[in-house]
């Protein structure tokens, strides 16, 4: 994956994701961007954002 991040698992409708101990959970639903809110969550839980 893009980045040094790997997709660890599936589950449901979410991609859990893994990178030096760092575990997200992406929701993945067609058609559909992520919110503001919730890709600077995302952003800042994967060291990207302060």
């Keep these: ?3 040094g991040w790997k997709l660890d ?3 449901g409708s ?3 994701m893994r990178k030096n101990g760092v575990t ?3 929701p993945v639903h067609r058609n ?3 919110k ?3 890709q600077n969550d995302l ?3 994967a060291g990207y954002k302060k």
Excluded: F, P
């Design 32 to 34: 559909e961007d992520l």
């Design 14 to 16: 979410h991609h859990i």
């Design 1 to 3: 994956m893009k980045d």
């Design 43 to 45: 952003n800042k839980k």
């Design 9 to 11: 698992r599936v589950s």
């Design 36 to 38: 503001t809110g919730l």
């Design 24 to 26: 997200l959970s992406v």
